[in-house]
C-alpha cells in the first residue's frame, strides 16, 4: 500500500522547537514533490512549505518562512518539517502529501496542485503558554 505517516508532534512553549517527519511506505520519493499543510479547528486547511526532487528546491508560505526549514532523507524515505521559534498561531494538526510530477515541477507549485490530495492522520502541534 502507499501511505504517507506523520509524527513528530506535540505541546511546546512559544519560541519552542520541533521537528515532524514524514514517512513513505509503498513507494519512494524519487522525483516527487512533498507538502506540508496544517488545519486548525475552525480554519481551512493552508499550506505550510514544499520540496521537490530531485533537486531539492523549497517553498515556504507566509510565516513559516526563515522559521521552517523542510528537508529529505531519501535513505530513509523521509522528509522533515524543522519548526523553530513557533508561536501560538503554529498551533494546528500538519499533514503531509505527495504527487508525482517529474522533476520540472516547481515547488510553488507543487504545493498547489497537492492541496487536494486525501490527508493522513497528521501530527498534531499545540504551542501554549
Known amino acids: 500500500d502507499v501511505q504517507l505517516v506523520e509524527s513528530g508532534g506535540g505541546s511546546v512553549l512559544p519560541?519552542?522547537?520541533?521537528?515532524?517527519?514524514?514517512a513513505a511506505s509503498g513507494f519512494t520519493f524519487e522525483d516527487y514533490s512533498v507538502a506540508w499543510y496544517r488545519q486548525a479547528p475552525g480554519k481551512e486547511r493552508e499550506g505550510v512549505a514544499?520540496?521537490?526532487?530531485?533537486?531539492?528546491?523549497?517553498?515556504?508560505?507566509?510565516?513559516?518562512?526563515?522559521r521552517f526549514t523542510i528537508s529529505i532523507n531519501?535513505?530513509?524515505?523521509?522528509v522533515y518539517l524543522q519548526m523553530n521559534n513557533l508561536r501560538p498561531e503554529d498551533t494546528a494538526a500538519y499533514y503531509c502529501a505527495?504527487?508525482?510530477y517529474g522533476p520540472a515541477m516547481t515547488p510553488d507549485q507543487a504545493i498547489l496542485s497537492l492541496r487536494s490530495k486525501p490527508l493522513g492522520q497528521g501530527t498534531q502541534v499545540v504551542v501554549s503558554s
Open 15 to 22: 519560541g519552542g522547537s520541533l521537528k515532524l517527519s514524514c
Open 50 to 66: 514544499s520540496i521537490v526532487e530531485p533537486d531539492e528546491s523549497t517553498f515556504y508560505y507566509g510565516s513559516a518562512q526563515g
Open 74 to 78: 531519501g535513505a530513509k524515505n523521509t
Open 98 to 100: 505527495a504527487g508525482y
